[in-house]
């Protein structure tokens, strides 16, 4: 490789990505490969902060226009602090959601329009775009009884977060706007199947990985 590689994991509530990336990290390291792992927000000093601004359901409501700036604010400073020095040292990152994110529950979830968010996300990034995104698509209400442990109408009092606590419908437009993203590009945003078991969905995702890591050396 030239240079690094940048994958990220994008989908709903409970998909599963978190886990996923842990395994993807332990076996391409088990290979002598490098890996990257990175979450948004977060992952830089001011990243975390807004992660807790952002995150914490007891906080006064957040209007949908800050909470994007929010957003793209961590993802200006992360890509400037960790994804492109990770690029330049050549090495394969694993990023937990991007802009594919703020698309779907901004710009979708939120009202604002996908349209008018992915052109915000592309300014704010400069060019720095994944080479492979993994979707981890899941019904809805499977995906929050497995982030909340109980059904999709009990939240909020159980310490879930800003976004764990809305409703099905938002989760239902997430879904679609992810489902979008990946009938447009779908050379880029490969989807997995996230009701299958671990191994599976881990066994396919590595697939693709290698896929393109074989397609760059």
């Not at 977060?42 to 700036?69: D, F, K, M, W």
């Not at 959601?97 to 915000?120: C, F, P, W």
């Amino acid at each position: 490789m030239g240079r690094g590689v940048f994958i990220t994991f994008e989908g709903g509530e409970g998909a599963g990505k978190s886990s996923l990336i842990e395994e993807v990290a332990r076996q391409l390291a088990s290979d002598g490969i490098q890996v990257v792992k990175t979450r948004e927000p977060g992952s830089t000093h001011l990243g975390e902060h807004i992660r807790t601004l952002l995150l914490n359901h007891t906080s006064q409501p957040v209007s949908p226009y800050a909470e994007l700036c929010l957003f793209l604010a961590a993802r200006a400073q992360h890509i400037q602090e960790v994804i492109v020095p990770s690029l330049e040292r050549r090495k394969v990152i694993l990023c937990d959601r991007y802009n594919d994110s703020t698309i779907a529950y901004q710009g979708a979830a939120r009202g604002l329009g996908m349209e008018k968010v992915e052109s915000i996300c592309e300014f704010i990034c400069q060019g720095v775009q994944p080479h492979l995104t993994l979707y981890l698509d899941i019904d809805p209400a499977v995906g929050l009884f497995r982030a909340r442990g109980s059904s999709p109408e009990i939240a909020g009092e159980r310490g879930y977060d800003r976004i764990e606590v809305e409703g099905l419908e938002f989760h239902s437009k997430i879904r679609k706007a992810f489902l979008e993203i990946h009938e447009k590009d779908p050379a880029r945003v490969h989807l997995l199947d996230a009701s299958q078991k671990k191994e599976i969905v881990c066994a396919e995702a590595m697939k693709a990985i290698r896929l393109l890591l074989g397609s760059l050396a």
